[in-house]
């Protein structure tokens, strides 16, 4: 059965700093989600990544995946207060088989 | 381009009672699928599809049940609503694997309460 792990939970960051949440997940896949939701709306797809070593950057955001460590990262460069929000990672086998979600990282970027 | 289309947005309903959730997208996604979320819990599978006439279980199914009759649309029905259906309900569609842009596409969510 996959599961999928994120940490933190939580994490309050002051504007400007730098952090990272960690997505591990228990199976081979090497297709790995990151989605953000905002307070009371709908999921909205930040990143996909589909192989090893695959990174991708969307302004202070930026996901990598290493399938060898089952761990996918979402590291965030300089924090703004725009960027808070649940960010939730999401993997599937391939396949036709269902994406399992994390229990996702309720950031909140402080002043 | 309306996109993943679920009605309604907000609902109340006494235990016991019975109703359907709508669910519509019009990009001719092989794959659909229903989730609830709950507070420290994530978004949990409750049943999937991954094409007309085919669906599957997911994580919680029980108390629920669908049909695929179309591509486009994807109803979730709860029989006999129960407190523990209290939920925010999210419709997701994708293309199946091979094909472009993999990643799912979700509705707006149904805040369902049951009293």
């Known amino acids: 059965e996959l599961k999928v792990e994120q940490n933190p939970l939580f994490l309050s960051m002051q504007e400007g700093k730098n952090y990272t949440i960690y997505c591990n997940y228990s199976?081979?896949?090497?297709?790995l989600y990151w989605y953000r939701q905002d307070p009371g709306k709908s999921l909205e797809s930040l990143f996909v990544?589909?192989?090893?070593?695959a990174v991708k950057q969307e302004g202070r955001l930026m996901a990598s995946l290493d399938t060898k460590a089952r761990l996918s990262t979402l590291h965030i460069t300089a924090a703004v207060h725009d960027l808070s929000a649940t960010y939730f990672c999401?993997?599937?086998?391939?396949?036709?088989?269902?994406?399992?979600f994390g229990k996702g990282t309720r950031l909140s970027v402080i002043a | 381009n309306a996109g993943v289309t679920q009605t309604p947005k907000f609902q109340v309903l006494k235990t016991g009672q019975s109703m359907t959730l709508q669910c519509a997208q019009d990009?001719?996604?092989?794959?659909m699928s229903w989730y609830r979320q709950d507070p420290g819990m994530g978004l949990r599978l409750i049943h999937y599809?991954?094409?007309?006439?085919?669906?599957d279980q997911g994580e919680v199914p029980n108390g629920y049940n669908v049909s695929r009759s179309t591509t486009e649309d994807f109803p979730l029905r709860l029989l006999s609503a129960a407190p523990s259906q209290t939920s925010v309900y999210f419709c997701?569609?994708?293309?199946?694997?091979?094909?472009?842009?993999?990643?799912?596409?979700f509705g707006q969510g149904t805040r369902l309460t049951v009293v």
């Open positions: 997701a569609s994708s293309y199946s694997i091979p094909a472009p842009g993999p990643e799912a596409f």
């Open positions: 599809s991954v094409g007309a006439g085919i669906t």
């Open positions: 990544l589909l192989s090893n070593g």
């Open positions: 199976t081979t896949s090497d297709r």
């Open positions: 999401a993997v599937d086998e391939g396949g036709n088989t269902p994406l399992v």
């Open positions: 990009m001719n996604h092989e794959y």
